[in-house]
């Protein structure tokens, strides 16, 4: 384990957010893996960003029904665009700014979505990864059990990352390509036990050390996907995690064989289903928010059994 940066108070942001908006199920979602660069409680969020080469930690709760209150914890000098760049981080990482109007009043002429919508009213995708860390984790979920991911995961932020303790919390913290460019293929393959995928981060790493993996908003999302894609190891299922959370387009469905049979079962009224049958009836139902649509219930389904439990529940 790496040594613990002790992270000082820097900064306090106040965002506003675009109605309706749920707290809780925006940040925390209860299907969600294990990583430890996260925490939940009800009312209280606390989370790890890379910054740059900053390693931060931030405190976040609604200030009131308008306004995320974030407090920033880092080390070394904050500078206005690191500010920047973190505002900039948060607001895009949970569609803070984001209306879902229009895909509330699709939803509600499906009764297949009452309890999801009464459940998780005004939920947005979560993101808080950036687009080189969420196609690390994409990777590692391929073909591969909760269990298998988690470990897989831990390894690697043991062995790269950082850990940091802040507002009486300790947490991990994400590598960046570049902390990561040189460490050769046999290294991931035997140390961090990632099997064949020990031939694609690096890859992965390359192609980010050259990209900045924050500025996915500056760029044409067509054109920054195309190329993506070109990526060895990056296949649809891979794409389709990356569109739908980090790049945030709501059409985008990921159906591993998990969320494909909860969707059947829910629309199709049957235990599983091939992948182009299932997408078809969310196409049909849902068009334009198949992705934001199968959240909903794929959360829905995991809120009583959530995979990570809330801090404070029993």
């Known amino acids: 384990m ?29 299907s969600h893996f294990a990583t430890d660069l996260e925490r939940h409680s009800v009312d209280v969020s606390w989370r790890t960003f890379r910054v740059g080469e900053h390693v931060c930690g931030v405190v ?17 000098s904050w500078e206005d665009a690191d500010r920047n760049r973190l505002v900039h981080r948060l607001i895009h990482s949970y569609g803070l700014n984001e209306d879902i109007s229009a895909f509330v009043a699709q939803a509600q002429q499906v009764p297949q979505m009452a309890e999801p919508l009464a459940e998780l009213a005004g939920m947005r995708q979560s993101c808080p990864e950036n687009l080189f860390e969420i196609a690390i984790i994409s990777l590692l979920l391929q073909n591969a059990t909760v269990a298998r991911t988690t470990q897989m995961m831990t390894n690697l932020l043991d062995h790269y990352g950082r850990v940091a303790e802040f507002d009486g919390v300790t947490l991990k913290a994400f590598f960046t390509p570049s902390e990561i460019v040189g460490v050769d293929e046999s290294v991931f393959r035997e140390r961090d ?122």
């Open 193 to 314: 036990r990632l099997g064949y995928r020990a031939k694609y981060i690096g890859r992965f790493a390359e192609f980010f050390a050259m990209h900045d993996p924050d500025e996915v908003d500056h760029a044409s999302k067509a054109e920054l996907m195309t190329e993506f894609q070109t990526i060895k190891g990056v296949g649809p299922y891979t794409a389709a995690i990356i569109a739908g959370s980090a790049v945030r387009d709501p059409s985008a469905l990921g159906l591993d064989v998990w969320n494909r049979k909860i969707l059947a079962q829910r629309f199709l009224d049957v235990d599983d289903a091939e992948v182009p049958v299932v997408q078809a009836k969310m196409t049909e139902l849902f068009p334009g928010h198949e992705g934001l649509a199968g959240l909903y219930v794929i959360e829905e389904t995991y809120r009583q059994q959530a995979v990570v439990k809330l801090v404070g529940d029993a």
């Open 60 to 76: 976040m709760r609604m200030a009131d029904s308008d306004t995320l209150q974030a407090e920033v914890f880092s080390e070394g």
């Open 2 to 30: 790496n040594d613990i940066h002790q992270l000082s108070h820097v900064d306090t942001l106040r965002l506003p957010v675009t109605q309706p908006f749920n707290f809780r199920y925006s940040l925390w979602k209860p």
